[in-house]
């Protein structure tokens, strides 16, 4: 039961954030941009009766993504200005997404070992 509330709250934000967009599209890039799948799944996380512990690992884990989705975000942005199509734009974003990881990575181990 848990599953199905989850798709279904979860496509129903979805649904009202890209239609708001399409209407006002600075503003729904704002709403997007919200941490609202973060939220949601620290409520389910919770909700379902995990433990302190794995939440905080899981914000952990949201905070270390968050740059590479910055460079993947600014990549697509700067191949939109191009007039890049859509799907180059996004493979090229999810490439540098993963390439930023694995440098974001050994920088990591570099400055924290």
């Given at each position: ?45 919770s ?26 975000l ?8 191009h ?8 493979l ?22």
């Amino acid at each position: 039961m848990y599953l199905f509330i989850k798709i279904v709250s979860s496509a129903a934000i979805i649904g009202i954030v890209t239609e708001l967009a399409r209407r006002f599209p600075a503003y729904g890039g704002i709403i997007a941009a919200l941490p609202l799948i973060s939220i949601l799944s620290i409520i389910w996380l919770s909700v379902q009766g995990e433990s302190a512990k794995t939440i905080n690992e899981f914000t952990g884990g949201v905070i270390v993504g968050l740059p590479a989705t910055i460079i993947m975000l600014l990549i697509i942005y700067m191949a939109f200005k191009h007039s890049i199509h859509l799907s180059l734009a996004i493979l090229f974003g999810v490439i540098g997404w993963g390439f930023f990881l694995i440098i974001q990575k050994y920088i990591t181990e570099i400055f924290f070992s």
